[in-house]
Nanobody, 123 residues
Framework: QVRLVESGGELVQAGGSLRLSCAAS????????MGWFRQAPGKEREFVAA????????SYADSVKGRFTISRDNAKNTVYLHLNSLKPEDMAVYYC????????????????WGQGTQVTVSS
């Protein structure tokens, strides 16, 4: 069992930056691929970024490539998502997830989910 708790979401102006954090507890953190997903009102949950256990490989959705960066600190059992050059269309609830599939972009391939943190972008 892995428990995930996200934090860092807030109201930010378009063009601004945020850092989201996801603290994990439970089983060995570095055994898991960690992903970030987001869900806007009325839309399906969508993949944002993923990182393997060692942190050496990452994957991004095309819509955030070059603006967002995923990283992890295995000593702190924490994964981060750095959001830069935020746009109104980035506004959503952001979720972190833990799974075993290599850099998967599929919601159903993640086993554990946090409760989400709200990112609001004003134009």
């Amino acid at each position: 069992q892995v428990r995930l708790v996200e934090s860092g979401g807030e109201l930010v102006q378009a063009g601004g930056s945020l850092r989201l954090s996801c603290a994990a507890s439970g089983q060995t953190f570095n055994n898991y691929v960690m992903g970030w997903f987001r869900q806007a009102p009325g839309k399906e949950r969508e993949f944002v970024a993923a990182i393997i256990g060692s942190g050496r490989s990452t994957s991004y959705a095309d819509s955030v490539k070059g603006r967002f960066t995923i990283s992890r600190d295995n000593a702190k059992n924490t994964v981060y998502l750095h959001l830069n050059s935020l746009k109104p269309e980035d506004m959503a609830v952001y979720y972190c997830a833990a799974g075993r599939s290599w850099l998967s972009q599929r919601v159903h391939e993640y086993d554990y989910w946090g409760q989400g943190t709200q990112v609001t972008v004003s134009s």
